[in-house]
């Protein structure tokens, strides 16, 4: 790991800034994290618009000025919007800093911004929302029967939307209370800090946007089986929703290593079991997924029509056996290595370092979590994941849902 010395504070107009330090860095990297979740149906369409516009002109500057004075600075300005954030992000010559945060403070507090429009972004009716796709339908009936409702995460989208003031929009969820700063660079911690304080110190908001998830209604999610069929669908679609516990809460590292060798590389018992043994699937994966409205194990895999009870109960099976008997000894020194390896992965560059920095602070995590981790994965022993793969891989504690076109 690259050695980086990291300053934390909160700025008086309630930013909370990151300022990562790495002697000689040719480039800086500023990251602008925004809570920006659905958490109002109505307000989608909004908030699309407002992310399609923030970032590419201001009242004081049009698209072709801010493109020029991005490549006069030698770098780039991105924005990109998350299940649970906004990002506004900047890869700029180390000399430019001081002026593309002037930039990015020009970009945040004055975009230029519709005048009131309807909810399909045009001026007349607003047309009935298209259908959910199987994959989201899917996805929020995994949800909702997992975890409960109603929640955002799981609610359908309106069946109207009104007109919509984006300029309102702008005014309630682009505030500093709530968002995370991170600038990384070579200059020293105070020099970047007054700097940000000149540009950004002008920023205000009275409380944060509230645009955050809410936990589910149920913290553990309910086991069982839900079939779903759609005539038209040319894929069986394959989702659970497990027990898991969050990061960086103990115990989290030891079910992270059970979920890789369940289904999290390209030799993971799912990975064998339903792409070359049985040849059932050809995508398949398992994750620990987190947010702000809780922590789940998932398994998404995706195979032909008319897979999708057999998919099932392979993936039952194979939970059951890991459960039962946990990783064997090579199983665990390749999840360990993977799990390694995936962590120098994500610090690669000094870009990828930027965005995970900036994520997990967002996220709740500490700045030095995945710098750290490699130490908690050396630690953990080959019994204590043995534990977390009996105690949440069980699948009579999981639900398991499916999409297919006809029962099998």
Same mark, same amino acid.
């Given at each position: 790991?690259?050695?980086?010395?990291?300053?934390?504070?909160?700025?008086?107009?309630?930013?909370?800034?990151?300022?990562?330090?790495?002697?000689?860095?040719?480039?800086?990297?500023?990251r602008?994290?925004?809570?920006?979740?659905?958490?109002?149906?109505?307000?989608?369409?909004?908030?699309?618009?407002?992310?399609?516009?923030?970032?590419?002109?201001?009242?004081?500057?049009?698209?072709?000025?801010v493109?020029?004075?991005?490549?006069?600075?030698?770098?780039?300005?991105?924005?990109?919007?998350?299940?649970?954030?906004?990002?506004?992000?900047?890869?700029?010559?180390?000399?430019?800093?001081?002026?593309?945060?002037?930039?990015?403070?020009?970009?945040?507090?004055?975009?230029?911004?519709?005048?009131?429009?309807?909810?399909?972004?045009?001026?007349?009716?607003?047309?009935?929302?298209?259908?959910?796709?199987?994959?989201?339908?899917?996805?929020?009936?995994?949800?909702?029967?997992?975890?409960?409702?109603?929640?955002p995460?799981?609610?359908?989208?309106?069946?109207?939307?009104?007109?919509?003031?984006?300029?309102?929009?702008?005014?309630?969820?682009?505030?500093p209370r709530?968002?995370?700063?991170?600038?990384?660079?070579?200059?020293?911690?105070?020099r970047?800090?007054?700097?940000?304080?000149?540009?950004?110190?002008?920023?205000a908001?009275?409380?944060?946007?509230?645009?955050?998830?809410?936990?589910?209604?149920?913290?553990?999610?309910?086991?069982?089986?839900?079939?779903?069929?759609?005539?038209?669908?040319?894929?069986?679609?394959?989702?659970?929703?497990g027990?898991?516990?969050?990061?960086?809460?103990?115990?989290?590292? &030891?079910?992270? #290593? =059970?979920?890789? $060798?369940? %289904? *999290?590389?390209?030799?993971?018992? @799912? !990975?064998?079991?339903?792409?070359?043994?049985?040849?059932?699937?050809?995508?398949?994966?398992?994750?620990?997924?987190?947010?702000?409205?809780?922590?789940w194990?998932?398994?998404?895999?995706?195979?032909?029509?008319?897979?999708?009870?057999?998919?099932?109960?392979e993936?039952?099976?194979?939970?059951?056996?890991?459960?039962?008997?946990?990783?064997?000894?090579?199983?665990?020194?390749?999840?360990?290595?993977?799990?390694?390896?995936?962590?120098?992965?994500?610090?690669?560059?000094?870009?990828?370092? &930027?965005?995970? #920095? =900036?994520?997990? $602070?967002? %996220? *709740?995590?500490p700045?030095?979590? @995945? !710098?750290?981790?490699?130490?908690?994965?050396?630690?953990?022993?080959d019994?204590?994941?043995?534990?977390?793969?009996?105690?949440?891989?069980?699948?009579?504690?999981?639900?398991v849902?499916?999409l297919?076109?006809?029962?099998?």
């Amino acid at each position: 790991m690259r050695t980086a010395e990291t300053f934390r504070t909160v700025l008086p107009n309630g930013l909370d800034t990151v300022l990562v330090t790495v002697p000689g860095a040719p480039l800086a990297e500023i990251r602008l994290v925004l809570p920006y979740a659905r958490t109002e149906p109505a307000l989608a369409a909004a908030q699309e618009l407002l992310a399609a516009h923030l970032g590419t002109a201001t009242t004081n500057r049009d698209r072709q000025a801010v493109a020029d004075r991005a490549a006069d600075l030698g770098g780039e300005f991105s924005t990109v919007v998350t299940a649970e954030h906004l990002v506004l992000s900047a890869s700029v010559l180390a000399e430019g800093l001081r002026d593309a945060l002037e930039l990015l403070a020009d970009l945040v507090l004055r975009p230029a911004l519709p005048q009131t429009v309807a909810g399909d972004g045009h001026r007349g009716p607003t047309p009935a929302p298209r259908p959910a796709g199987p994959r989201t339908a899917l996805r929020r009936a995994q949800l909702r029967h997992a975890f409960g409702g109603p929640h955002p995460l799981v609610d359908d989208a309106p069946d109207g939307v009104a007109a919509l003031d984006v300029r309102a929009l702008h005014r309630r969820a682009v505030v500093p209370r709530g968002a995370v700063l991170l600038v990384m660079s070579g200059e020293a911690p105070e020099r970047v800090r007054v700097a940000v304080e000149a540009e950004l110190g002008e920023w205000a908001g009275a409380a944060p946007s509230g645009l955050v998830l809410p936990p589910f209604p149920r913290a553990e999610p309910t086991p069982g089986r839900l079939a779903l069929y759609a005539p038209d669908a040319d894929q069986a679609l394959f989702l659970t929703a497990g027990p898991a516990i969050p990061a960086p809460e103990p115990g989290h590292t &030891a079910l992270h #290593l =059970a979920q890789v $060798v369940l %289904g *999290g590389h390209a030799t993971s018992r @799912l !990975t064998r079991r339903l792409r070359e043994r049985h040849g059932l699937a050809y995508a398949v994966d398992a994750s620990i997924r987190q947010n702000g409205a809780g922590c789940w194990l998932e398994i998404d895999c995706v195979g032909a029509p008319g897979t999708g009870d057999r998919i099932a109960d392979e993936v039952t099976a194979c939970l059951a056996e890991l459960a039962e008997s946990g990783p064997t000894p090579e199983e665990m020194r390749r999840a360990r290595r993977y799990a390694a390896g995936f962590t120098r992965f994500a610090l690669a560059t000094r870009a990828e370092e &930027a965005s995970a #920095l =900036a994520g997990f $602070v967002a %996220g *709740g995590l500490p700045v030095d979590w @995945l !710098t750290t981790y490699p130490d908690a994965l050396a630690e953990v022993t080959d019994a204590r994941v043995t534990e977390a793969a009996a105690h949440y891989l069980d699948p009579t504690r999981t639900l398991v849902a499916t999409l297919d076109h006809r029962p099998s």
